[in-house]
């Protein structure tokens, strides 16, 4: 499997304060969400609250229902830089925050700043890749958590939108703008702090100019459909605005300079609920190395998270936040079997544990991974499978569990059977954010003949040249559809589900 979407805010600043030698960390669990926090009480709850008038919010303007049983999202809220760095060492020093989504996990990470706009910018990327799966270009991924991060909603259910942001309009005013081609297309140069602050600000204006109009909603969504099915976006935008990129300058400049305006809606007013639990003092120590080892970094990591890892677990025998984090540095840069050692007496305390479930067969399956022997391997993949039966029972709701069990049987001489193609179709249904997922599924859906799924399954991703997946392998797959519609498919060969 590939690594998954990552989206990042930029900011122009945020100063880093001393922090103390010891912090609470506390977690706030809502209907939607599953806050973390070493802040205060108070602080917490706000953020938690916040975030659910957001979804609450988001939902009553796009239309969307509030199905019952939806995966909550794990949320981050960090204090200080340092930490965001623990958690991302890789991460610039212009970011506030970043939203993950890949098969190991999904979480937005953020730093408390400017009351809560940092949060509300990582959900609505969170909110657009679950509620609008499909192939974004840079601009409307930022656009769209960009002009969502300056919603409000009071206690008392009224809410704002589309409110301007100072900073992205103090930029357009006072700073270059990047011509709207390189806005359009994302290439710009990077390297040069102005062209992020000049992209971000224009991504919001872009988003602005398009989502307070009706009709231009209507046209972006051709527009979003050509690019995506490979049209350039100069053309796309000639065939859908009857414009070109230096027009559509001129007319977003003219809209700045009017002044563009926000919409106000009532909503129901009730506080969300909640349940405030305390985490255990190791949290302080590990829980920030637990983040980025979810990630599955860089090999050249590895040296350096083994010795912390391993030092804060000797520091903490038998806690089992600091032995989970240390088994999934040991899975990512050091040995299955130290894992297993660190998961097992926690597995025997508490065996019905869905987390330390899949940290045992995450063990074995890497352990099986790294075999040649094809009967040793399936042994290894057996016993995953038995692992992840349980995490089933214990928790259905969990994509991690029908990806695991699909992947751990790719290699079986009946693969992909109809079993395989449910449990793929699962994964993608109960997390679709997760883009990793999307090629495997319908590779295995093409096995059996389901070319109509296997594109609405792939189309999301089909022309995403920076997503999870390679430009050749997408291609092999949609030349597979159209075989198979023109009946010359043949056969059932799949390629293996890759791991990384």
Known sequence: MSPGLRVGLMVIAVTAVPGLAHADWRKAETRHFIVHSDAFDRDLREDAIALERIDQLMRTYFALPDPEGERKLPVYVLRYRRDLAVVSPGVGDGTAGFYTANFRDVRAVAIRGDGDEFLRHEYAHHFMFRNFPGVYPAWFREGFAEFFMTATVTPNGRATVGKSSRMRVWALINRPWLPMEQV?????????????????????????????????????????????????????????????????????????????????????????????????????????????????????????????????????????????????????????????????????????????????????????????????????????????????????????????????????????????????????????????????????????????????????????????????RLQRILDRIAEVRAGTGGGSETAPASAN
């Open 184 to 472: 359009l297309t994302g290439r710009y140069e990077r390297e040069k702090s102005d062209n992020h602050y000049a992209f971000y600000a224009q991504s919001w204006l872009l988003m602005h100019w398009t989502l307070t109009d009706p009709d231009r909603r209507q046209r972006m969504q051709a527009y979003l459909g050509d690019t995506g099915r490979g049209m350039t976006p100069e053309a796309a935008l000639q065939a859908n605005f009857d414009m070109d990129s230096r027009q559509l300058e001129r007319t977003l400049r003219a809209y700045l300079d009017a002044g563009p305006r926000y919409a106000e809606m009532d909503l129901p007013g009730e506080t969300p609920s909640l349940t405030m639990t305390r985490l255990p003092d190791s949290a302080d120590d590990v829980l920030l190395l637990d983040l980025n080892a979810r990630d599955g970094g860089p090999a050249n990591q590895g040296p350096d998270m083994l010795a912390k890892a391993r030092e804060a677990a000797t520091r903490r025998p038998g806690d089992p936040l600091a032995q989970m984090m240390l088994a999934r540095v040991e899975l990512r840069w050091g040995d299955p079997a130290a894992a297993e050692r660190a998961v097992m007496p926690l597995l025997d305390a508490d065996p019905a544990n869905p987390e330390l479930l899949l940290l045992m067969s995450d063990a074995r399956i890497t352990a099986g991974d790294k075999l040649t022997d094809p009967e040793e391997r399936e042994r290894l993949y057996r016993q995953a499978r038995g692992f992840l039966a349980r995490a089933y029972a214990a928790d259905p709701g969990d994509n991690r569990v029908y990806q695991n069990i699909a992947y751990s049987r790719r290699f079986t001489p009946d693969y992909p059977t109809e079993n395989d193609v449910e449990l793929w179709r699962r994964a993608v249904a109960i997390a679709p954010e997760v883009a990793s997922n999307r090629a495997v599924t319908a590779e295995a859906m093409l096995a059996h003949g389901l070319a109509d799924e296997a594109e609405q399954v792939i189309q999301p991703i089909a022309n995403d040249p920076h997503g999870a997946e390679t430009p050749e």
